[in-house]
């Protein structure tokens, strides 16, 4: 027997924090993309605006806080089983936030935090989740325009 297909896609949010040209990432330790890196973030509480989300999220990952600034993107995510079949859909809702105190020490959902030169997302030599480099170069473009 398959389970039912989700009735609502999940909005969640992801904390875009870039500092002297490095992206702050974290190696998911759960499903979707376990294992690979990307932003901090996660599913956002009723109530709940999605700057909070952003910062909320952001500090339970990693222990750094920052002002969230605005929205600059949105990505979905869809997490199918071996078999392709949909288990969720996520609405990831990207905020630039400004680093505002604190180094990267994983928690919560996090396997690993750390910053990330932004170049290092160009080569390749990093397992990240999808979209991730193209998200970190639109969030670097408009926090060097700030």
């Known amino acids: 027997m398959t389970a039912p297909l989700p009735q609502r896609p999940i909005a969640a949010t992801i904390a875009a924090v870039v500092r002297d040209g490095r992206v702050l990432l974290v190696r998911r330790a759960n499903p979707p993309d376990q294992g690979r890196w990307a932003f901090p973030g996660g599913k956002i509480d009723a109530g709940e605006s999605v700057h909070a989300a952003a910062a909320?999220?952001?500090?339970?990952?990693?222990?750094?806080?920052?002002?969230?600034?605005?929205?600059?993107d949105a990505v979905d995510v869809y997490d199918r089983d071996d078999a392709g079949a949909l288990r969720r859909h996520f609405i990831l809702i990207a905020v630039l936030c400004r680093w505002q105190s604190g180094e990267p020490v994983a928690g919560d959902d996090a396997a690993d935090a750390r910053w990330v030169p932004l170049e290092e997302l160009d080569d390749h030599s990093l397992a990240t989740s999808f979209g991730v480099a193209e998200l970190a170069r639109k969030a670097a473009t408009l926090s060097a325009a700030l």
Not at 59 to 65: A, K, L
């Open 56 to 72: 909320r999220e952001l500090q339970e990952e990693t222990g750094v806080r920052a002002e969230p600034l605005h929205v600059f």
